[in-house]
């Protein structure tokens, strides 16, 4: 993942504006919460910095109290840009001949701390907002669908919210993945 070009203080101000212009993602949650969390948990800073400068734009969606946790999900209007054209997971990567791609949803995720969002969190994002409307998402796969070969996706097309299905060695140029972070 490449180097972030801000600084924590940086990162800070950039998801206290995105919190606060999108406060209907979460109505019940405070700023000042959230960054006390921050501020009790820098290494979270790490992930959301890799986020931010993958083009997610994370925001706090949630909060659960029997885990006592945020949880933080990339909401940029299309799949980010820095995680496109990516095979699903490093056995799809290591199966194709030729023209491999860089790396993979899964690996590039883990690199950067965060899990693809499941079918179920990709249809609860999709309530916040629409997403996905020129692209597409991978999503973490159930293991029999893998198991077979395959691998899910979903976008948003026709005011509709699809899951789909590929190849989990196949790759485009506008499919990414988004992930989900708990802090």
Avoid at 99 to 118: C, D, N, V, Y
């Amino acid at each position: 993942m490449s180097t972030p070009d801000f600084t924590p203080e940086d990162l800070l101000m950039i998801l206290e504006k995105r919190f606060n212009a999108n406060q209907e993602r979460h109505p019940a949650i405070l700023w000042e919460d959230v960054l006390t969390r921050l501020n009790a948990k820098p290494d979270a800073l790490k992930t959301l910095s890799a986020m931010e400068a993958s083009g997610g734009e994370p925001d706090v969606v949630d909060f659960d109290a029997k885990n006592n946790e945020f949880l933080f999900v990339d909401c940029a209007a299309e799949s980010p840009k820095g995680r496109r054209s990516l095979c699903y997971d490093r056995a799809a990567w290591e199966k194709r001949k030729e023209h491999k791609p860089a790396s993979s949803a899964m690996e590039t995720a883990a690199e950067m701390g965060i899990e693809l969002l499941s079918e179920k969190d990709y249809r609860a994002l999709q309530e916040l907002g629409t997403f996905d409307q020129k692209t597409s998402s991978w999503l973490r796969t159930p293991a029999g669908i893998r198991k077979a070969g395959g691998a899910i996706f979903g976008d948003f097309r026709y005011g509709t919210v699809f899951i789909y299905h590929n190849g989990a060695e196949s790759y485009y140029a506008a499919r990414g993945f988004r992930g989900k972070f708990r802090v």
